[in-house]
């Protein structure tokens, strides 16, 4: 799901604290000009909108600036968070346009209820919750299912094991272990029986 944000071209010298005040949130746009960026400005109930919606490194948002007369497609990279009071202090931007290819977070949603859980008295172990992942701007996927149906005490499932959307290339160790179903630590059964 795409998002379309408004906002302005922040005036020179203006304060950041002066902007807050009146309700705006500062923020940079990188990457719509080579190494060049630009200062901006974004309503703060946009933001509130766009972060309840979106996460960082995840989802395409179309972003306006007709002061510069400037859209485009961008990733929201960073979210500076005031310290003690938790609203959002600053945003940065990253233009997307140009690129081929991105490096995104995608959240992992296991579904199913695994076998090894269900009928052998295993505890899921999951040991990653989010994939990074090399993809296309308009391929970005909102999450990746993974089914642990089929998982029984022992079993681990390995990231080049994932079924990926078409394109999308993981980044980081493909034998890295994505979710196991470990054992209770007790006594085999047939142990049990026999005493």
Request: charged share 20%.
């Amino acid at each position: 799901m795409e998002l379309t944000v408004e906002c302005q071209k922040r005036a020179e010298g203006s304060k950041p604290n002066a902007l807050r005040r009146s309700g705006l949130i500062p923020a940079v746009l990188y990457g719509h000009k080579g190494a060049e960026s630009v200062a901006i400005t974004i309503n703060a109930k946009t933001v509130e909108t766009l972060l309840k919606k979106h996460a960082v490194n995840n989802t395409l948002i179309q972003l306006n600036i007709p002061d510069i007369s400037w859209s485009g497609k961008t990733l929201l990279r960073e979210v500076q968070v005031h310290p003690w009071k938790g609203n959002p202090y600053h945003l940065s931007f990253f233009s997307v346009a140009t690129q081929d290819s991105l490096e995104v977070e995608v959240s992992l949603h296991f579904v199913g209820e695994a076998i090894g859980v269900k009928m052998e008295g295993g505890i899921l172990d999951p040991v990653l919750t989010q994939l990074k992942l090399k993809c296309k701007p308009n391929n970005i996927p909102e999450a990746i299912n993974v089914d642990i149906s089929n998982m029984h005490v022992g079993d681990a499932l390995h990231i080049h094991e994932l079924q990926l959307p078409e394109g999308a290339i993981p980044i980081g160790e493909s034998d890295q272990v994505v979710v196991s179903i470990l054992g209770t630590g007790g006594a085999p059964e047939s142990a049990e029986k026999t005493a």
